[in-house]
């Protein structure tokens, strides 16, 4: 078997003396792993940099063996990530958050949003809505469009934690020890204080740690407490 595509390239690890298996977000297949021969080579290691764009040819004789990737650089991003300790962290967050992903199912649409984010200037707010997003697609999607209590589809201020549903305000009043914040921006558009964004990614980061990770027994990733605080920052 043998396809060729493009991809974003999310995580690498040695295998033996001189190779790696890379592993790979590819446009209209999915997450993909796959041998480099040679890959720590001098030839090759520019190109297999987490965060670069790449073009993949993969050969197999059958779908569900590793396989063995030949690479060619596309888009080449590190230097550029090293030169911003901000976008570095992003990057890398957003990378450990696609290889989650299961293999061989596409998703276009959060490979879009991954590239989208690496690409533009840092921001926590896509940054969160991307962790929404994620959410969805592994199964674990909220519903933010009407209240769980009364069925209100406007003044949504809160979501249960048990069943990621919204709250109003009115229906939240009682239980607000118990509710988690919903900043606006994650249901509508708009801008966000520093309080909404620590807020938003306190939401993602439950249902991420109570349906992914703890389910995993995955840790979260180090890097988002640090990106949590740059984006919630107060000037």
Avoid at 148 to 154: E, I, L, Y
Wanted: net charge neutral; glycine share 8%.
């Amino acid at each position: 078997m043998e396809w060729t595509g493009e991809a974003l390239l999310i995580g690498v690890r040695r295998h033996g003396e001189t190779s790696l298996i890379a592993e790979a977000m590819v446009a209209g297949r999915g997450r993909w792993l796959g041998l480099v021969r040679g890959g720590r080579s001098s030839k090759l290691a520019p190109a297999l940099q987490v965060g670069n764009t790449i073009q993949l040819t993969w050969r197999a004789r059958l779908e569900d063996h590793l396989g063995t990737f030949t690479v060619e650089l596309m888009q080449g991003r590190a230097a550029d990530l090293m030169a911003d300790r901000t976008r570095l962290y992003l990057a890398q967050l957003v990378c450990d958050h696609l290889r989650l992903l299961p293999e061989h199912d596409p998703h276009d649409r959060l490979l879009g949003q991954a590239l989208s984010l690496i690409d533009s200037p840092p921001d926590g707010i896509a940054l969160a809505r991307f962790e929404l997003a994620l959410l969805d697609e592994l199964g674990f999607g909220l519903d933010l469009h009407s209240c769980a209590a009364t069925g209100a589809t406007t003044d949504l201020t809160h979501v249960s934690p048990k069943t990621g549903r919204a709250v109003s305000r009115a229906a939240a009043a009682p239980y607000l020890d118990r509710l988690l914040p919903l900043p606006s921006f994650l249901h509508e558009r708009g801008n966000a204080s520093p309080d909404d964004i620590r807020n938003a990614f306190r939401l993602t980061g439950h249902f991420l740690g109570r349906h992914i990770w703890s389910a995993r027994q995955l840790e979260q990733p180090a890097i988002r407490d640090a990106l949590v605080d740059i984006f919630s920052k107060t000037d």
